[in-house]
Nanobody, 127 residues
Framework: QVQLVESGGGLVQVGGSLRLSCAAS????????MGWFRQAPGKEREFVAA????????YYAGSAKGRFTISRDNARNTMYLQMNSLKSEDTAVYYC????????????????????WGQGTQVTVSS
């Protein structure tokens, strides 16, 4: 089994930055596709960003493109999400996820492809 733990969330002002981390344990996730999703109050969980097993292919939601950067360090079994130019609409609980059967490709945008999920970290952007 894989356990995922997010960290790095918090309260930040509009225009600020945060870096989220997702540490995996239990087994290596170096061959897994991984992604970030978020859920705002009263809304469904939505895709934010994902990357292939090597990190060579990345995928972003339109709302994240140009502001967020997803990356991973397979030696550390850790994934990151650098978020810049934050907006109030970025306020949500952010979840990381790992897909054991999808290492790359557009399937990574689909939350149903993910086997493992973290507990989430709150990001609040205040104006």
């Amino acid at each position: 089994q894989v356990q995922l733990v997010e960290s790095g969330g918090g309260l930040v002002q509009v225009g600020g930055s945060l870096r989220l981390s997702c540490a995996a344990s239990g087994r290596t996730v170096s061959s897994y596709g991984m992604g970030w999703f978020r859920q705002a109050p009263g809304k469904e969980r939505e895709f934010v960003a994902a990357l292939s097993w090597s990190g060579g292919s990345t995928y972003y939601a339109g709302s994240a493109k140009g502001r967020f950067t997803i990356s991973r360090d397979n030696a550390r079994n850790t994934m990151y999400l650098q978020m810049n130019s934050l907006k109030s609409e970025d306020t949500a609980v952010y979840y990381c996820a790992a897909a054991s059967r999808v290492s790359t490709g557009g399937w990574l945008l689909d939350p149903r492809r993910y086997d493992y999920w973290g507990q989430g970290t709150q990001v609040t952007v205040s104006s």
